[in-house]
């Protein structure tokens, strides 16, 4: 069973702060990793991706890639109350559709 | 900027009735998929189609279900006898690599199987 997991928080930080939300696989072959964002009772908006080792910046969103440990984070900069959403992590590999993980719940305190 | 559209966006049904739910892709993707979501649940693949046929399915995906590009704009999926557990969002996506920049997702359909 391929599996992405999250911590379901929620994550809660004030405005302006940095948040930081994390995610691991289980499958070693994983190549491409995707952060989507999901408001309440919306569908799933792509964020980024990322394919390679390191970090990957896109104004306020900073992805980061680790396959060692198996690893992939979101940080996202200078968080605005419109920040509070889910964001799902999501990856695949080869010709293979996209696994989900439950995703976190983010807060952004006004 | 190009999207997903999916119809209805509210779908109540009974339970062992036929639902077929529609979605238009983006105009030059060539990938197309479904997923569902259960309430409070994640996001579950269910099916993907390229050329024209299944390229992948999963578990989930059984012989209730199908999907059918009837022409060269919609993109459906049918449920052939609604079961209660099959109450979910389900949303619509499509690419225009297998996926290499992600999915674009259409805004869901809400079925409700009462």
């Known amino acids: 069973q391929k599996e992405v997991e999250q911590n379901s928080g929620p994550l809660s930080v004030p405005e302006g702060a940095i948040a930081s939300l994390n995610c691991t696989y289980s499958d070693r072959g994983s190549q491409s990793f995707f952060w989507y964002r999901q408001y309440s009772g919306k569908s799933p908006e792509l964020i980024m991706f990322?394919?390679?080792?390191g970090d990957k910046e896109d104004g306020r969103f900073t992805a980061q890639l680790n396959k060692a440990s198996q690893y992939v984070s979101l940080l996202i900069r200078d968080s605005q109350p419109s920040d509070s959403a889910t964001y799902l992590c999501a990856v695949t590999r080869g010709r293979r559709a996209l696994t989900f993980g439950s995703g976190t719940r983010l807060q952004v305190q006004p | 900027e190009p999207e997903v559209t999916q119809t209805p966006s509210h779908q109540v049904t009974q339970m062992g009735q036929e639902v077929i739910l529609r979605c238009v892709p983006i105009?030059?993707?060539?990938?197309f998929y479904w997923y569902r979501q259960i309430l409070g649940q994640k996001v579950e693949f269910l099916v993907s189609?390229?050329?024209?046929?299944?390229?992948?399915k999963s578990e989930i995906f059984d012989d209730q279900f199908s999907v059918e590009r009837p022409d060269g704009s919609n993109f459906t999926l049918k449920i052939r006898s609604t079961k209660l557990e099959d109450s979910a969002m389900y949303f619509c996506a499509s690419s225009d690599r297998q996926g290499d920049y992600g999915y674009t997702f259409g805004s869901g359909t809400r079925l409700t199987v009462v």
């Open positions: 990322i394919y390679s080792n």
């Open positions: 189609f390229y050329n024209n046929e299944i390229s992948e």
């Open positions: 105009s030059n993707h060539l990938y």
